[in-house]
């Protein structure tokens, strides 16, 4: 009977701790299956908010010192817009056509097809006539050391210097003249390289 007693006394022992731990199981398995913190708080047919974070007012309560309501950042685009522009639009400072392009304009003018770049010209040709129509006088800088140059000291008279006036054709020529030069120049460096290696052979 003692045995029995014992081992039933046991059997019910395991009994209890086997039933609490199931119960223990299964409690959890409901909490987190139940997800009652997010179910218990949404209504149907109720849009869902998003959460926003506050700015901090200035001191005063002046909402134009804060920003002015996207005010600042409205002209800010404008200026990079209006930078943009401006960058896009600037005309070359020289413009270079050769005579049969030129030819080209002229014909496409008499058609009334005129470029941005020669419009940009006409423009500012308008402009010039309206300021004065003479342009701009380029000053002649006198070279060296100020107070001991030839015209300072009264050695040269400055109305006698001649004064040229470069053509299109003239630049070509001193074009032609100095690539002869550097020609020249290569040309005799590579007579005093192959001497210098003739001798050094030798």
């Known amino acids: ?103 080209r304009e002229t014909e496409s003018e008499k058609f009334g097809l005129i470029s941005k770049e020669r419009q940009r010209e006409i423009n500012k040709e308008k402009a010039r006539a309206k300021a004065g129509g003479a342009a701009v006088k380029v000053e002649s800088v006198i070279m060296g050391t100020p107070g001991l140059d030839l015209i300072t000291l009264g050695l040269v008279n400055k109305e006698s210097i001649p004064k040229y006036e470069l053509t299109i054709d003239d630049d070509r020529r001193l074009a032609k003249e100095y690539s002869r030069v550097l020609m020249r120049k290569h040309q005799d460096w590579q007579a005093a390289e192959t001497t210098l290696l003739r001798l050094k052979e030798e």
């Open 1 to 103: 009977m003692l045995r029995n007693s014992s081992s039933s006394t046991r059997l019910i022992a395991s009994l209890k701790t086997l039933i609490s731990s199931s119960s223990h199981q299964l409690l959890q398995c409901s909490l987190v299956s139940g997800t009652a913190k997010g179910k218990a708080k949404l209504k149907s047919g109720q849009p869902l908010k998003r959460s926003t974070f506050g700015r901090k007012k200035p001191a005063g309560g002046d909402p134009a010192a804060f920003g002015g309501g996207g005010r600042a950042r409205n002209e800010s685009i404008e200026r990079l817009n209006r930078m943009v522009d401006s960058c896009l639009n600037a005309p070359t400072p020289l413009r270079h056509l050769t005579a049969k392009g030129r030819t």
